[in-house]
């Protein structure tokens, strides 16, 4: 009888252990499993956080160079404009100059000799 009674620990100190082993492992898991989710939840925010940022990035950068488009657009017209009233300038100099040589070349061929009428 004292076997049987030695015996009947010895399965309860056994069964003691599996059952604290087996608590534990539960706890365990469900430790694991709370920091999965966790994990989980912290790569979607990052994904959702990095396109976010990339999608807001994508926007700055297309406002700023639409904003830039319109800015050398302005200065490319405004140069035009520029160059445009600089050869009408230049065109007019030539002019007044050519017509100032012309005046000087016909009172220098006037003074040296007679014009001559042309008969036809």
Known sequence: ME??????????IVGAIILATIVWGVVKINSLLKE?????????DVSRTFWETTHDTRE?????????????????????????????DICDEIAQTRSYID????????T??????IKG
């Open 103 to 110: 005046s000087r070349i016909d009172k220098v061929t006037g």
């Open 60 to 88: 700055d950068f297309d406002r700023r160079f639409r904003e830039l488009e319109r800015i050398i657009g302005s200065e490319l017209q405004q140069s035009d404009r520029d160059l445009d009233l600089r050869f009408k």
């Open 36 to 44: 999965v989710k966790t994990n989980e939840e912290r790569i979607s």
């Open 3 to 12: 076997t049987m009674y030695f015996v009947l620990g010895m399965l309860s």
């Open 112 to 117: 040296l000799g007679a014009k001559q009428v």
